[in-house]
């Protein structure tokens, strides 16, 4: 069962996104990720990559 993050706080959200294991759950990480840049961004979210080409661990919400 995929958790409720719109009822996360925006902390809790990147608390979520900075620890969850993006090769194990990929779908949790990007609906995290989606909320968190609606809630900044005040609209809806587009489609994001997963993981950056680089591999990287960093996330970036503009």
Not at 9 to 26: H, M, T
Not at 31 to 57: F, M, T, W, Y
């Amino acid at each position: 069962m995929q958790p409720n993050y719109s009822q996360y706080s925006v902390n809790e959200l990147e608390q979520v996104i900075d620890s969850i294991d993006r090769e194990k759950y990929p779908a949790r990480f990007n609906s995290a990720l989606q909320e968190l840049k609606h809630r900044k961004l005040g609209k809806e979210p587009e489609p994001i990559n997963l993981i950056p080409k680089d591999n990287s661990k960093k996330y970036k919400v503009e």
